[in-house]
């Protein structure tokens, strides 16, 4: 491009937008009229005249111009709803807390027809499939504002605590909710709030914690859960607990409730059979630890039966009178006395030849053993 005379050389594009803006600007609307038209000499351009309309006082530019005019605002820090690092293995113990947290179920029997019921005895939900089961939520103080219960489904037992329950394929592709693949759900709440740990991949589900209303001192969340124990490629019958924890939108924990879960097709019908089955095993294992008492030992045995045996022996010895009215009674009681007596002596005989009498082994040759004073065959 060809340089042009015009009392100073035009800026390079490497200069920054304020010294090109202090430079260059375009002349007031009022003298437009005066500046040569299109189908003029671009000669015409060179005078000094229309140049001084051109460039203005950089003095009264500088003064003019707002620096901050083209910087973007500062962008807002977006606020994560949790911002405590979440352990890998989640805690299951109940912990009520300061403010006494501590959860209640509805009573609702054994019937085959009640869709979710609650086992005192097992600490042990039961519902149906994508059903809500009332859980109230009693504490002993408000907590602080903006408090929110937050729900979690974990497994119980340790080969599979490491895992992340969802929803089995068959039920996450008829749904199309974005939070299909979460097993717990919120029900009656707008607010409620779905989140995947970028850790630990675990789900949960938040509800902000509403203050009990007039004249009750309970609050009432409705959970819902989206898969049946039972499902292949979900829980497949692994037993599940969930913890229902009690915190700030930060993730502090206030307190913390944990029961087990069972989702299946009759509620009523398995709670009844997990009960008689609990029951029937305490009874058998207390049956067992009478059974397997350890047994007395034998020398203090022998030495009991021997002092017993000597005190028989002692009293045996011993000679009683008895005074009987009448001849006839003497007579009966003396024979009696006398029979006695004399079984007595048999029994003692009886023992001492047994004792003495030796036993007759047979020769494998046939032959006998021959007694004292006993004569062969061949004399």
Not at 199 to 211: A, G, I, L, Q
Not at 285 to 305: F, Q, V, W
Request: with cysteine; net charge negative; aromatic share 6%.
């Amino acid at each position: 491009m060809e340089e042009q005379d015009f009392g100073m050389s035009l800026p390079l594009s490497q200069d920054s937008f304020i010294e090109l803006w202090q430079t260059v600007a375009a002349p007031p609307i009022a003298t437009l009229s005066s500046l040569p038209s299109c189908n003029e000499s671009p000669d015409s351009w060179k005078t000094g005249e229309h140049m001084e309309m051109l460039l203005m006082n950089d003095q009264v530019l500088a003064d003019g111009f707002d620096e901050n005019l083209f910087e973007l605002p500062p962008e807002m820090p977006v606020k994560d709803f949790v911002t405590l690092p979440s352990s890998t293995v989640p805690v299951t113990t109940d912990y009520p807390g300061e403010y006494g947290f501590q959860l209640r179920f509805q009573k609702s029997g054994t019937a085959k027809s009640v869709t979710s019921t609650y086992s005192e005895l097992l600490n042990k939900l039961y519902c149906q499939l994508a059903k809500t089961s009332p859980v109230e939520v009693l504490v002993s103080k408000e907590p602080p504002a903006g408090a929110v219960l937050r729900a979690t489904a974990v497994y119980k037992k340790s080969e599979h605590v490491a895992e992340v329950v969802r929803r089995c394929p068959h039920h996450q592709n008829e749904d199309v909710a974005e939070q299909r693949s979460h097993l717990i759900r919120m029900e009656g709440s707008q607010r409620a709030q779905y989140y995947e740990d970028p850790h630990t991949k675990r789900h949960s589900v938040t509800v902000p914690y509403e203050p009990p209303q007039l004249g009750s001192e309970i609050t009432t969340i409705l959970l819902s859960f989206m898969c049946n124990s039972s499902c292949m490629g979900g829980m497949n019958r692994r037993p599940i607990l969930t913890i229902l924890t009690l915190e700030t939108p930060e993730g502090l924990v206030f307190g913390r409730r944990c029961f087990e879960v069972r989702v299946c097709a009759c509620p009523g019908r398995d709670r009844k059979t997990e009960e008689g089955n609990s029951t029937k095993t305490q009874d058998d294992k207390g049956t067992k630890k009478r059974k397997s008492a350890p047994p007395p030992d034998s020398t203090s045995a022998r030495k009991l039966k021997t002092a017993s045996s000597t005190e028989d022996e002692d009293k045996d010895k011993d000679v009683f009178v008895l005074q009987v009215r009448g001849r006839k009674r003497y007579e009966m009681l003396k024979k009696i006395n006398d029979g006695l007596e004399l079984l007595d002596k048999e029994s003692k005989t009886s023992t001492k030849v047994c004792v003495k009498q030796e036993v007759v082994l047979p020769f494998p040759s046939g032959k006998r053993l021959m007694q004292r004073g006993e004569r062969s065959d061949s004399d």
